[in-house]
């Protein structure tokens, strides 16, 4: 097998900045592509200010690219960081990166998001292009990159470098397009001939999703049951019949972790380590979780644990709707998460109103979601759509049993207890209802109950592998293929 020239573009990659399951992936596949004997670079825009307070170290390239954009020269001075033995190289625009969030304040979106990200993928190409070694790959992910394959079809076709590289496009939400006035076009000189429906125009608006799909040479997606969900109307967003037009070159490898990063046995977050056959710590880590909270510490109540962000699709409403009841049954909840601010604020009053067994810790603290991974008997993920999910995955890795809705990536990797009692990792529904969800949380209870049914189910979740092991090697088989076609 040829050594691959691989390069990851990027707006999130953890341990750099991180709003969610896209920065777990991108930090954490090259490093399984790399233990595979790949080359990757991974480029990522510089937010000084997230990296500042990750700690992490950078240092400059002694480069700096030249960039119009918006009738505006722009200087990209580049930097480099080793992070995990992985390499970044970083582009700066303060005026541009340098902000308190990633995307938007708290709840919006940055008005000049298309500017922002269109110069970082006209850099990132650069970037890939001057690379000492011809690139093989070039794997894009979500909106924020989607107009390189385009850019790389028009505009960089004849470039000695990067003409022949083969382009994967990772569609990780596809709820989250990137749609933007039309005007840009011309602002940001974007390749206008492909402004058609055939294109990236989407009802009149720039769609950057739409833009890598027409282009890239492989779509994928971050399950298999997502990618055969995108292409119905109840969740494609729109986008179905076109996603439809492409299907010959759409697939779904699932996502994996960086196991030793999240690992029971080793974690310094938390109360105690454990692991599979050595689980007394997690009973430490749990009554740690309810002194934390302000519960009643005791070993035989049921403590549910959910981290999200607090969007619709998260189903926060089908937790709200069941939280009284299942406080009047005696069970603990513990939330981390924020998003929007109607469930922000629900979560809020239904902790004041029940402080000994509802706790809510508004914001984003990696910390705290360790602790409460660890803490945890059962994690709730009522997803009304999960592309993969991480959440469940960790919450797995750290003996705490997912209750999941069967959609998209939760379907793929929870074992539910009514197909399988004996290798069950968690507990299914289907239904996206409240009434759905409270059954399946009291058969998961009734199960719970039963130590040894519980320590059972418990283990498996230990034992799963969730590495990224066997999805890296679909990823270079993949690479593989399309370098060949
Ligand atoms: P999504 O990418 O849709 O937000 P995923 O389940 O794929 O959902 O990934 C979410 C990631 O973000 C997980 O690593 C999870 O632990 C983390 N996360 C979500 N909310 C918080 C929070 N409030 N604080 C810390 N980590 C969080």
């Given at each position: 097998?040829?050594?691959?020239?691989?390069?990851?573009?990027?707006?999130?990659?953890?341990?750099?900045?991180?709003?969610?399951?896209?920065?777990?992936?991108?930090?954490?596949?090259?490093?399984?592509?790399?233990?595979?004997?790949?080359?990757?670079?991974?480029?990522?825009?510089?937010?000084?200010?997230?990296?500042?307070?990750?700690?992490?170290?950078?240092?400059?390239?002694?480069?700096?690219?030249?960039?119009?954009?918006?009738?505006?020269?722009?200087?990209?001075?580049?930097?480099?960081?080793?992070?995990?033995?992985?390499?970044?190289?970083?582009?700066?625009?303060?005026e541009l990166y340098a902000r308190d969030g990633l995307y938007g304040p708290p709840g919006g979106a940055y008005e000049d998001n298309l500017l922002r990200y269109m110069l970082f993928d006209r850099v990132a190409i650069e970037v890939a292009a001057s690379l000492l070694k011809r690139v093989d790959i070039i794997h894009c992910?979500?909106?924020?990159?989607?107009?390189?394959?385009?850019?790389?079809?028009?505009?960089?076709?004849?470039?000695?470098?990067?003409?022949?590289?083969?382009?994967?496009?990772?569609i990780h939400n596809l709820a989250y397009q990137g749609n933007f006035p039309a005007e840009w076009i011309h602002r940001l000189g974007i390749p206008s001939h492909h402004f058609n429906p055939e294109g990236f125009e989407f009802h009149g608006q720039i769609n950057c999703m739409k833009a890598a799909i027409e282009s890239s040479?492989?779509?994928?997606?971050?399950?298999?049951?997502?990618?055969?969900?995108?292409?119905?109307?109840e969740y494609g967003c729109e986008l179905e019949g076109f996603l439809h037009q492409h299907a010959q070159k759409l697939s779904g490898i699932v996502n994996g972790l960086n196991v030793e990063e999240w690992n029971p046995l080793t974690d310094r977050a938390i109360e105690a380590n454990y692991g599979p056959g050595k689980i007394?710590?997690?009973?430490?880590?749990?009554?740690?979780?309810?002194?934390?909270?302000?519960?009643?510490?005791?070993?035989?109540?049921?403590?549910?644990?959910?981290?999200?962000?607090?969007?619709?699709?998260?189903?926060?409403?089908?937790?709200?709707?069941?939280?009284?009841?299942?406080?009047?049954?005696?069970?603990?909840?513990?939330?981390?998460?924020?998003?929007?601010?109607?469930?922000?604020?629900?979560?809020?009053?239904?902790?004041?109103?029940?402080?000994?067994?509802?706790?809510?810790?508004?914001?984003?603290?990696?910390?705290?979601?360790?602790?409460?991974?660890?803490?945890?008997?059962?994690?709730?993920?009522?997803?009304?759509?999960?592309?993969?999910?991480?959440?469940?995955?960790?919450?797995?890795?750290?003996?705490?049993?997912?209750?999941?809705?069967?959609?998209?990536?939760?379907?793929?990797?929870?074992?539910?207890?009514?197909?399988?009692?004996?290798?069950?990792?968690?507990?299914?529904?289907?239904?996206?209802?409240?009434?759905?969800?409270?059954?399946?949380?009291?058969?998961?209870?009734?199960?719970?109950?039963?130590?040894?049914?519980?320590?059972?189910?418990?283990?498996?979740?230990?034992?799963?592998?969730?590495?990224?092991?066997?999805?890296?090697?679909?990823?270079?088989?993949?690479?593989?293929?399309?370098?060949?076609?």
């Open positions: 097998m040829a050594r691959l020239n691989i390069v990851f573009i990027a707006s999130e990659a953890t341990p750099l900045a991180k709003t969610g399951g896209l920065a777990d992936v991108v930090g954490s596949l090259p490093l399984a592509l790399k233990k595979l004997k790949h080359q990757v670079t991974v480029i990522l825009p510089f937010y000084r200010h997230h990296l500042t307070e990750a700690g992490i170290k950078t240092k400059p390239a002694n480069r700096v690219i030249e960039m119009w954009a918006d009738g505006v020269q722009r200087l990209c001075p580049l930097h480099k960081a080793k992070v995990d033995g992985l390499d970044f190289i970083l582009v700066e625009q303060d992910h979500d909106w924020q990159t989607g107009m390189i394959p385009l850019l790389l079809r028009t505009q960089y076709q004849h470039h000695e470098k990067v003409s022949s590289a083969k382009t994967v496009y990772t040479d492989s779509i994928t997606t971050v399950s298999p049951s997502y990618a055969e969900e995108i292409l119905t109307a007394n710590g997690k009973k430490r880590c749990k009554q740690a979780l309810q002194e934390h909270c302000g519960f009643d510490v005791a070993a035989d109540k049921p403590l549910l644990t959910l981290i999200s962000r607090l969007a619709e699709q998260k189903g926060i409403d089908l937790l709200l709707v069941n939280a009284e009841k299942w406080i009047k049954r005696g069970y603990q909840i513990t939330v981390l998460g924020s998003g929007d601010a109607q469930n922000e604020e629900a979560l809020h009053s239904l902790a004041l109103r029940h402080p000994k067994q509802l706790y809510f810790f508004k914001g984003f603290n990696e910390t705290l979601a360790r602790q409460i991974y660890a803490g945890g008997d059962i994690f709730l993920m009522p997803s009304r759509f999960e592309p993969c999910g991480l959440g469940q995955l960790m919450a797995m890795r750290y003996g705490t049993v997912p209750v999941v809705r069967s959609t998209g990536g939760l379907r793929d990797t929870v074992t539910d207890y009514a197909a399988s009692k004996s290798k069950a990792t968690g507990f299914h529904f289907t239904m996206a209802t409240p009434k759905a969800f409270d059954i399946a949380l009291e058969e998961a209870l009734a199960a719970y109950k039963s130590p040894r049914v519980w320590s059972r189910i418990r283990n498996n979740a230990l034992k799963r592998d969730s590495s990224w092991d066997a999805s890296a090697e679909s990823y270079v088989t993949l690479y593989e293929r399309i370098l060949a076609a």
